[in-house]
């Protein structure tokens, strides 16, 4: 494949998912500075593997594998370091499905921005099994079959974790408010 093939390749099939990606890296890690660093190594190697991508259609999967892989080498090589979120990053719609696909960054009164904290916080606290299902499901908006396909699980396990992953979340979520309610 001639070189502008590959890059316009490139450009059609994987860059197209760049905001997806974006937003699961920074749910992912916590922090856009390695949000934006996991982006890029995705990239890079998205780049040099293209040959591997037989399936345009499964470009999304494929690249979101990719991500995956390389969050978890990451981790393993650094020391863990909790993250602060900022308020603009971080959006309540994971606990939707419906709000798939949105950033958070459009405004909203203070409270809301209190709950997106509070949401980010308890996405960053979930265990990793569980917090790559949520965000799969929830940010990047794909199906089992395809989450299945990207962490490489069986689609029942996939579906227990997604089910467990949302049950920790409203827990974490209701543990926070008792205290503020009982203050107020």
């Not at 450009?11 to 934006?36: C, P």
């Not at 909790?82 to 959006?91: Q, R």
């Not at 209190?114 to 996405?123: F, L």
Request: glycine share 8%.
């Amino acid at each position: 494949m001639a070189e502008n093939e590959r890059v316009q390749r490139f450009e059609q099939q994987i860059l197209v998912h760049l905001d997806d990606l974006h937003r699961a890296a920074l749910r992912l890690t916590g922090q856009v500075a390695d949000a934006e660093d996991l982006v890029q190594e995705t990239c890079v190697r998205a780049f040099r593997s293209l040959h591997q991508l037989r399936m345009p259609g499964a470009a999304k999967v494929w690249v979101f594998s990719i991500l995956r892989s390389v969050f978890l080498r990451q981790l393993e090589q650094r020391p863990s370091h909790p993250g602060a979120l900022s308020l603009e990053e971080v959006d309540d719609s994971v606990l939707t499905s419906s709000g798939a696909g949105r950033d958070g960054r459009g405004d909203g009164l203070p409270m809301d921005y209190v709950r997106r904290n509070e949401v980010g916080a308890a996405v960053l606290a979930l265990p990793l099994p569980y917090r790559e299902a949520i965000i799969l499901a929830y940010v990047a908006g794909f199906s089992y079959r395809e989450m299945a396909q990207i962490l490489g699980l069986p689609m029942g396990t996939v579906m227990s974790r997604l089910f467990r992953g949302r049950r920790m979340l409203q827990a974490r979520l209701r543990e926070r408010r008792r205290p503020s309610e009982a203050a107020s």
